[in-house]
């Protein structure tokens, strides 16, 4: 019998459950950039009653998401501020500059938390001043991919709140995965979500569903985001099966995160014991491990080969020096174990 693989390289090589799969197979196929498709509606609406928003936004992707989200909210004038390792910033190909037409101001932080005094001198009153471009959008990260999955306190993002009502601001949240930062702060989204005018969120990595985010705020900013939607090219056809998988991603699969923080907590904690260079388990919030290779004799790269080839599969991340592994659905326990003997395996070689 050959030992399954475990591939760690991202919560969105999550299949769907069979649950998934049945209520794909009987879902509804209307045209919902015509006439509507029901599914979608439902989907849309469980969305923003999660995040305690009048409506919803189903979008092909969470870079999709943000792109008509920023548009939505700045009708391509301005800037936006947002800490400088954010998604948006640094994975998402420069849409925001070169299809949103914006510009960006990247401002320090920390663990993905913006710096809250350097946001608050970056903020401008939008049209202020015949020489400086006003503030359009403020964008924030929760839970943070390069920080590691590092969640924003509640406390920052209410502050930070005040400030964008205090200068008439809209804020955005880029909640790819929402529901990690929810479970690791054991609150519900719309805790989370009150602190912004829209959110965005994945049902495409831990949450299992094959594709799709869910774009949430008023009905006047979601019916402008579907004209955006429309634009950018992301109308939705028949999307009722991806829908049905979405719905149950959402309520069966978002109560299920904290086994993959544990997990994650695990693997850290193991992979500290090998060697306490690599990673500080006490930084584990949800279900990202980024680990640092510098001090190991082995490069990323050499990481990815040799584990690669007992099966267990990780990505390199940006440098020869990180790689950043994500538990998900399919990585339990004794996956963990088997990795952390493979890892020291690896390193007493
Ligand atoms: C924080 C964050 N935002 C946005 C995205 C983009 O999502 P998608 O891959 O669906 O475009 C990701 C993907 O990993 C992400 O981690």
């Known amino acids: 019998m050959t030992t399954p693989e475990i591939d760690l390289r991202s919560d969105t090589v999550t299949r769907p459950t069979p649950e998934m799969l049945a209520a794909m197979a009987h879902a509804s196929l209307g045209d919902d950039s015509r006439d509507g498709d029901p599914t979608v509606a439902r989907l849309e609406d469980i969305a923003a009653q999660q995040c ?21 909210h700045t009708g391509r004038a301005g800037e936006v501020l947002m ?41 401008r009153r939008p049209g202020i001043g015949r020489n400086r471009v006003g503030t359009a959008l403020i964008q924030l990260e929760t839970s943070h991919n390069h920080a590691g999955g590092a969640v924003l306190p509640l406390a920052l993002m209410a502050a930070i709140r005040g400030l964008s009502l205090q200068h008439n601001v809209p804020v955005h949240i880029d909640g790819a995965r929402l529901f990690n930062a929810a479970t690791a702060l054991g609150v519900g989204v719309d805790v989370i979500a009150q602190h912004a005018d829209s959110v965005n969120f994945c049902i495409s990595k831990g949450l299992s569903a094959p594709i799709g985010s869910l774009l949430c705020g008023t009905e006047e900013f979601i019916e402008n985001a579907r004209g955006y939607r429309r634009m950018v090219g992301g109308n939705l056809r028949q999307a009722g099966p991806l829908a ?106």
């Open 52 to 72: 305690g928003k009048q409506a919803g936004l189903f979008l092909p992707s969470g870079t999709m998401a943000n792109l008509v989200a920023i548009l939505a």
């Open 83 to 123: 800490e400088a390792t954010s998604h948006t910033l640094t994975s998402e190909l420069g849409g925001i500059g070169a299809l949103a037409g914006l510009f960006t101001r990247p401002l320090p932080g920390h663990r993905g938390a913006p710096d809250f005094d350097a946001l608050r001198a970056a903020v």
């Open 244 to 349: 049905a998988a979405g719905i149950i991603a959402i309520e069966r699969m978002s109560t299920r995160l904290g086994e993959d923080h544990a997990t994650a907590k695990q693997l850290a904690t193991g992979l500290a014991a090998l060697d306490p260079s690599l990673v500080d388990p006490a930084a584990i919030e949800t279900n990202i491990v980024r680990i640092d290779v510098s001090r190991s004799p082995l490069d990323a790269a050499s990481w990815e080969q040799k584990l690669g080839s007992v099966g267990i599969r990780v990505g390199a991340y940006g440098t020869e020096k990180q790689l950043r592994l994500v538990t998900h659905r399919h990585v339990d326990a004794a996956a963990i174990d088997r990795v952390l003997e493979e890892v020291g395996r690896m390193l007493r070689r």
